[in-house]
């Protein structure tokens, strides 16, 4: 049985638009918003939702090792590449 990918956007996300990259290939210090969440995994989409990490929000990855640390609405949150991998950020 194939799982079916969960994904929280306000609008459909265009699969071929370069601007949208997870957060995980992104430079430090760079800015962008969080376009959409994408995973397979409900656990992982719900503990994002319940750390505030949703669409529409601005966020700037601070660092990324030993983990990826990034900031969303002036609280920062370090995570694995696992969780950074299901974040889709438009730059």
Do not use: W
């Not at 265009?14 to 430090?28: F, K």
């Not at 959409?36 to 601005?58: F, S, Y």
């Not at 700037?60 to 950074?84: C, G, H, N």
């Amino acid at each position: 049985m194939k799982t079916k990918s969960a994904l929280i956007s306000p609008i459909e996300p265009d699969r071929t638009d370069t601007g949208n990259t997870p957060l995980s290939s992104m430079e430090a210090k760079k800015r962008g918003k969080i376009s959409h969440l994408e995973t397979k995994n409900p656990g992982i989409l719900q503990k994002l939702m319940a750390m505030g990490v949703l669409p529409g929000m601005p966020v700037t990855l601070l660092r990324r090792k030993p983990s990826f640390l990034f900031e969303v609405d002036q609280t920062r949150y370090a995570v694995d590449r696992e969780i950074a991998d299901h974040i889709f950020v438009s730059c």
